[in-house]
């Protein structure tokens, strides 16, 4: 329908000053019948909203190449405990600490201290590294 339009645009200046742009829209308008108007400008206004949708996600896409170079800290949380002050004065090298959590359970991943995700520990190579295994989804209401 936009076509359309434009193109009866470039007739009307094609056929010069002579000619009046009002007359010829009125002579297009004439032959149709209401319902043939109506119809064609339901069929240009679905196309421009389809337009515009199209431009949202390119929009939403320069917002998170923006947002991808934030720096954000990971943390793995092997396991946590509770210890008194006295304890902790008692260790020393070669202490072990008993952790909440059994060697096979899963870890906390936390993004900014924010639980993401559950995994499970790896060797690769000589480092650790981490399977993610579920993603925590946020709760809403």
Same mark, same amino acid.
């Given at each position: 329908?936009?076509?359309?339009?434009?193109?009866?645009?470039?007739?009307?200046?094609?056929?010069?000053?002579?000619? =009046?742009?009002?007359?010829? +829209?009125? =002579?297009?308008?004439? @032959?149709?019948? $209401?319902?043939?108007?109506?119809?064609?400008? @339901?069929?240009?206004?679905?196309?421009?909203?389809? +337009?515009? =949708? +199209? @431009?949202? $996600?390119?929009?939403?896409?320069?917002?998170?190449?923006?947002?991808?170079?934030?720096?954000?800290?990971?943390?793995?949380?092997?396991? =946590?405990?509770?210890?008194?002050?006295?304890?902790?004065?008692?260790?020393? $090298?070669?202490?072990?600490?008993?952790?909440?959590?059994?060697?096979?359970?899963?870890?906390?991943?936390? !993004?900014?201290?924010?639980?993401?995700?559950?995994?499970?520990?790896?060797?690769?190579?000589?480092?650790?590294? !981490?399977?993610?295994? +579920?993603?925590?989804?946020?709760?809403?209401?």
């Amino acid at each position: 329908m936009v076509e359309e339009a434009k193109e009866g645009m470039e007739e009307i200046k094609e056929q010069g000053p002579g000619h =009046s742009a009002e007359g010829s +829209q009125e =002579s297009q308008t004439e @032959e149709m019948n $209401p319902e043939d108007l109506m119809a064609m400008w @339901e069929e240009a206004l679905k196309e421009q909203e389809k +337009q515009e =949708s +199209q @431009e949202e $996600p390119a929009i939403k896409d320069e917002k998170i190449e923006l947002l991808k170079d934030i720096p954000l800290e990971i943390t793995v949380e092997v396991g =946590s405990t509770h210890l008194s002050l006295e304890e902790i004065l008692k260790l020393h $090298p070669n202490s072990v600490i008993e952790l909440d959590r059994f060697i096979d359970e899963p870890v906390d991943i936390k !993004i900014n201290g924010k639980l993401v995700a559950k995994g499970q520990l790896y060797t690769v190579k000589e480092n650790l590294g !981490i399977k993610i295994t +579920q993603i925590i989804l946020p709760k809403r209401g």
